[in-house]
């Protein structure tokens, strides 16, 4: 895994994915992933469930932040925040890697 | 009218709903709406781990949740099963690549096989070991594979020789990550008088798509008697129940279910009356339409009246509850009388016998000591029985026939065992929590 900027934080312009030593299914309507390296598990549910399929295949985090904006009622920038913080949580549990490539605008 | 004691308990009425093939929401939403104790319905689904549908079944009806002072129980407890499902799933593909990878071909049976099949997704059939059937020839060899591989066998506590003449090889346990129990089969059901070749099951097995690979599954009619003989023999009607019901609902949904196939399979096999039990279960409990030419050409030839009384017993002994029958000879004697072994062609062999033939030595000494009674305790053990007897044989309610609610049930649901008198089960613990919590 490798950091977009220089402190290693994803930021806006970072390209999420999830891993792919997790496994994940739906449970009436939430998100169970579960990390197969460590044997930890996590639900996921609301908002979170939604982030969960947008990382499943490659996407700037700009982008994913745009379509939570459009789908949800919440401020751009308080949604940029959390978004950035979940991002951030699910990296750190070896859930979604940052790649290399920049994602062009 | 009064309520016969012999009854389910709300909890598992609805815990059994939701094996049908397509639960019934007003049903459950009349249960729901009647009061449920969710603890206890949290431990009935925790010991047929069936936290994940029930969990998923309840969240369906939208407006009735469970308190939220409990909702971590049974939501936790959904939680944890579908993870372990994920798990599982994972494992059961690294065993198949281990397995090809030693040339050894594999047939998913019980959960694994339905789950490809029957249900929707590997994660829609919980389980808790992986069962595989290898060539009877080739199990040692993919024993000793896994083995190589790091899978431990707890010698203590699965000695070889008890395995000898069993259809499958001592369980191996995965330490890591999460863990996981795997059995290799040698043959498909328990040698106790049954007449079934495994070359046929070979024979007539299936390759379906799985995630990225293809396996190889037992055909329908194999797989149903399979659950049918697992249910009624090898678990005597006790054990097991809600997934039991759950795969018969499952595999007979289709359309298309070979039943006249299926009924020559359980005649040829010596397996009719385990069937019949089993499928008459499912319809009367998990709202499940078994054709009524199927059930009469597998019933046992007893008056309805006997087959009566003893789904009576074998109703109230699916699940531990004060009105289980009070005597374990009691028991072995109604499972007799239920799936008449000397006639089916079983010879001497019992369910028992392999329960006993597997006990501890110090397991036997407490059976022995328990067994020794003092004159009273003979006679309060024997007044027990009396009783027991008395409401099996003399129920006082309306009707025990499919469709005909009794009148002083409180829930309008179909079937026989509707109304609530008994408290929920004791708590039953001890199902593996070796993934991590969150």
Known sequence: ?105 | MARSPILLSREAQLLLLTASASPDTTALASLLSAGIDWAGLCDLAQRERAASIVWRQVQRLGSIDPPSTRDGGLRQLATFSAARMLHLEHVLHEILATLAGGGIEALLLKGAGLAYTAYASFADRPMGDIDVLVLPEQAEEAWSLFRAQGWTWPSAQWPRERYSAHQHLPPLIQQSAGGARLEIHRDLLPGHGFRLATDAVWARARRVPANDRVVLVPHPVHQLLHVCVHFAWSHGMQWGTWRALRDVAAITHRDDFAWSEFIELARESRAATCCFWTLRLTQRLADTEIPEHVLAALRPPSPEFVLDRLERHYVSNLFPSESSCPSVQLTNWLWEAGILPGRSGHGPARPWHVSERWMTEQERHDAASARRHTPWARLRNFRAWLRYVGRIVYPHTTSTHAGRSPSTSAVPLQGPYLTATVPHPTATQGSSHDLTRR
């Open chain 1, 1 to 105: 895994m490798t950091s977009p900027d220089a402190n290693g934080a994803i930021t806006t312009s970072s390209l999420v994915v999830a891993t792919t030593d997790q496994v994940s299914s739906d449970l009436a309507g939430e998100a169970i992933v579960l990390s197969l390296r460590t044997g930890m598990y996590y639900g996921l549910a609301q908002v979170g469930v939604r982030v969960w399929e947008l990382v499943r295949e490659p996407i700037r985090v700009a982008d994913l932040r745009d379509m939570i904006v459009r789908e949800y009622d919440v401020e751009p920038e308080r949604c940029e925040r959390d978004v950035l913080d979940f991002l951030g949580d699910l990296a750190t549990q070896g859930l979604i890697e940052i790649r290399d490539e920049i994602a062009a605008a």
